[in-house]
């Protein structure tokens, strides 16, 4: 089996990075972006995309960029799962 997802919490590093280098934070107690939001990447959430002069939707504390992996389906193959960040709070990839 692949892993298909990966977390994109904010005390991932990365995400951290990017969430520290425009200008907010990451509530280390719980995980948190600016200690309320539980992800790291939305669609929504736009008090978190307020940096509109940095020019690139990357560059924000909370981004809907996404992950982006191509990988050749076999015939054993048989489904796929396309879920939301809630799922994999409870189940693993």
Same mark, same amino acid.
Not at 66 to 89: M, N, Q, S, T, Y
């Given at each position: 089996?692949?892993?298909?997802?990966?977390?994109?919490?904010?005390?991932?590093?990365?995400?951290?990075?990017?969430?520290?280098?425009?200008?907010?934070?990451?509530?280390?107690?719980?995980?948190?972006?600016?200690?309320?939001?539980?992800?790291?990447?939305?669609?929504?959430?736009?008090?978190?995309?307020?940096?509109? *002069?940095?020019?690139?939707?990357?560059?924000?504390? @909370?981004? %809907? &960029?996404?992950? =982006?992996?191509?990988? *050749?389906?076999?015939?054993?193959?048989?489904?796929? @799962?396309? %879920? &939301?960040?809630? =799922?994999?709070?409870?189940?693993?990839?």
């Amino acid at each position: 089996m692949i892993p298909l997802s990966f977390d994109h919490k904010p005390n991932n590093k990365l995400e951290t990075q990017r969430i520290y280098k425009i200008k907010h934070f990451v509530d280390e107690a719980s995980n948190r972006v600016d200690g309320s939001l539980a992800v790291a990447r939305a669609f929504g959430d736009h008090q978190y995309k307020d940096k509109m *002069d940095k020019g690139d939707w990357t560059e924000q504390a @909370v981004t %809907a &960029c996404p992950d =982006i992996h191509v990988f *050749d389906r076999k015939e054993e193959d048989h489904f796929f @799962v396309l %879920a &939301c960040d809630g =799922i994999w709070d409870c189940k693993t990839n």
